[in-house]
Each structure stands twice: as C-alpha cells, then as structure tokens.
C-alpha cells in the first residue's frame, strides 16, 4: 500500500499529538523527542510531526511512502527519465528509521521524498529535531 506522506514543523509536539489525535482518531505509531508520527488509516496518510522553532515555516516536506526499495528505484528511474533532478540515499537513518529513499523537488522548491521504511532507528538521523528546519539529511 501505498500512502501520501505530509511533514510539518510543529512548535509544540504535544499540543500537536493532542490535536492530531483528535483529529484523525488515532494515536501516533511513533513517538521519540522532537519527532512523532501517525499511521492514519482512513484516509492513507503518513503524519510526521518535528518539533522545530515557532518561526519555523509549517511544512516540512512532503512523501509518498511505498512498501520496497525497488518501488523507490523504479520512481527514481521514473522522475530522472522525465528529466528531473534526484538525489538517492540508501540505507539513511532518517526520523528514527533506516530507510531507502529519493529525494525531488517541486518548481516552488518543496521537497518531495518516495521512501520505504526498512528499519527502525534510534536515531533522527543528521540533523536532529530543534536544530533547524530542516529533516535528516537532505531537505
């Protein structure tokens, strides 16, 4: 299954796993400091939440998360075949999980990643929650 994947900076994690969980029904899948996120069901979204300054900008990036790496190769293959510019990591500890993934951005310069979950990490990866705006190593 496959399922949109929506980052956003939050200034406090747990007003925001407060309201989310009201909001879609469900608890977060997975909590550590400065980071949460949400497996919601109906309708198929990946919720991440990273605690960042409240002068952050509110997105993050964005995500479709796929089951395999070779979905994440086949898209990489995909986007480059229609001459967009990617940037792959394998094997990348990234929002406490270790994970395959390609990295593309739109006209207005959002960053959109096609991940799949391998692992979990204790990690959050290169650039930890709090720091900048920023998520891993990459956005």
């Avoid at 949109?4 to 747990?14: E, P, T």
């Avoid at 997975?30 to 980071?35: F, L």
């Avoid at 967009?84 to 739109?106: F, I, P, R």
Wanted: hydrophobic share 35%; proline share 6%.
């Amino acid at each position: 299954m496959s399922r949109i994947q929506l980052a956003l900076n939050v200034s406090n994690l747990d007003e925001s796993i407060a309201f989310y969980s009201q909001l879609f029904g469900v608890e977060p899948s997975k909590v550590r400091p400065g980071y949460a996120n949400f497996a919601i069901t109906e309708p198929p979204l990946k919720l991440v939440l990273i605690e960042n300054a409240p002068e952050a900008e509110t997105l993050n990036h964005l995500g479709v998360e796929v089951e395999t790496s070779a979905e994440v190769a086949a898209a990489e293959n995909r986007l480059q075949g229609k001459g967009l510019e990617t940037k792959t990591e394998n094997q990348v500890d990234c929002c406490y999980a270790v994970q395959d993934k390609v990295w593309v951005s739109d006209p207005d310069n959002a960053p959109w990643e096609i991940y799949t979950v391998l692992d979990d990490s204790a990690t959050f990866g290169q650039t930890q929650p709090g720091a900048s705006t920023s998520v891993c190593a990459t956005c």
